[in-house]
């Protein structure tokens, strides 16, 4: 079992930075993936970015490539998720999750099995 817990989530201006993180109770290297998604009361849950737990090779979803930074440090079975100059539109819960599953649907969401409780993010303008 692994439980994934958030954190970081606060109440920024747009133009601010942000950086959240997420522990996962995990033994070393037992994770393949760790992911992002987010969700507001209008839309589904969707794909943000994910990372490789070994290799570190990131997948970003196409609508917010390039704005994201996904990163991880192994010592501290730590994921992190790096956005700079945020906007309102960026407000949503941010959720983390986490597979120890080989897949190559890396921005699905049944592809994971561990989730977090989510972490509110509101940029105001």
């Known amino acids: 079992q692994v439980q994934l817990v958030e954190s970081g989530g606060v109440l920024v201006q747009a133009g601010d930075s942000l950086r959240l993180s997420c522990a996962a109770s995990?033994?070393?290297?037992?994770?393949?993936?760790m992911a992002w998604f987010r969700q507001t009361p209008q839309k589904e849950r969707e794909f943000v970015t994910a990372?490789?737990?070994?290799?570190?090779?990131?997948s970003d979803a196409a609508s917010v490539k390039g704005r994201f930074t996904i990163s991880r440090d192994n010592a501290k079975n730590t994921a992190y998720l790096q956005r700079n100059s945020l906007k309102p539109e960026d407000t949503a819960v941010y959720y983390c999750?986490?597979?120890?599953?080989?897949?190559?649907?890396?921005?699905?969401?049944?592809?994971?099995?561990?989730w977090g409780q989510g972490t509110q993010v509101t940029v105001s303008s």
């Open positions: 999750a986490a597979t120890t599953s080989y897949t190559m649907h890396v921005d699905e969401k049944g592809q994971y099995n561990y």
């Open positions: 995990a033994h070393p290297f037992t994770l393949y993936l």
């Open positions: 990372i490789e737990w070994r290799s570190g090779r990131s």
